[in-house]
């Protein structure tokens, strides 16, 4: 079954306190895999698109990094602004179509 | 400001009643989205256009849910007969892209509807 999961559902980190966001997907034919941030009452923006098993992204504290079967979202010494939501979401083949699934995401809180 | 805009940001309804969101994509982009997400969810897929066509309508959306994009520019999202399981937050997004081609989508801020 095509699936995408995140991992933590929450995490909780002090400042400055490095850590890794992973999503993990089920799916065959790999399009992309995007991640986005989502604040509180408000609609998921944008950080990045990976294409291809190796491939990494940079922007700011974050990094995102992508193998064939998962993609980490690193944050390096985070501060309390970087606390939000991080969904990811995966574009695939399914058949003759092609599919997006979200997942769930990890609430992350940065304590000052 | 040329980012996704949606209106009305919230919307209080008494149930049974007809309930119509707008959302005014970027102006460049071709493709729009419609999602529902409630509390420690992700975005739940309703439908999109792919300009003024519709060309994917979620199986879980109920005859309830109708949607249009007149023209290929705004669209909106209509709800009958509201239930108090509609209470969510309705997100509109908008990309630019090919026929069944997934490329970054950009986000209005919501529609935060609650059925009482």
């Known amino acids: 079954e095509d699936q995408v999961t995140q991992s933590p559902e929450a995490l909780r980190l002090q400042e400055g306190e490095s850590s890794s966001l992973n999503c993990s997907y089920t799916?065959?034919?790999?399009?992309?895999l995007f991640w986005y941030r989502q604040d509180p009452g408000k609609g998921p923006e944008f950080l990045f698109t990976?294409?291809?098993?190796?491939e990494e992204k940079e922007k700011e504290r974050l990094k995102a990094t992508l193998t064939k079967k998962e993609s980490f979202l690193h944050i390096t010494a985070p501060k309390p602004e970087d606390s939000a939501t991080y969904l990811c979401?995966?574009?695939?083949?399914?058949?003759?179509?092609?599919?997006?699934?979200w997942g769930l995401g990890t609430s992350l809180a940065v304590n000052p | 400001d040329t980012g996704v805009s949606q209106d009305p940001r919230h919307k209080i309804t008494k149930r049974g009643q007809n309930v119509t969101f707008r959302c005014d994509p970027i102006?460049?982009?071709?493709?729009l989205y419609w999602y529902r997400q409630t509390l420690g969810q992700g975005p739940e897929f309703l439908t999109y256009?792919?300009?003024?066509?519709?060309?994917?309508k979620s199986r879980l959306l109920s005859d309830r849910f109708s949607a249009e994009r007149p023209k290929g520019s705004f669209s909106t999202l209509e709800i009958q007969r509201t239930e108090q399981g509609d209470s969510a937050m309705y997100l509109c997004?908008?990309?630019?892209?090919?026929?069944?081609?997934?490329?970054?989508?950009?986000f209005g801020p919501g529609t935060r509807l609650t059925v009482l």
């Open positions: 997004a908008s990309s630019a892209g090919a026929v069944l081609s997934y490329n970054e989508q950009f």
């Open positions: 102006s460049e982009h071709n493709r």
């Open positions: 256009f792919q300009n003024e066509a519709q060309l994917e």
């Open positions: 799916v065959s034919g790999l399009r992309g």
């Open positions: 990976l294409y291809s098993a190796g």
């Open positions: 979401a995966v574009h695939f083949y399914a058949g003759n179509n092609r599919k997006l699934i």
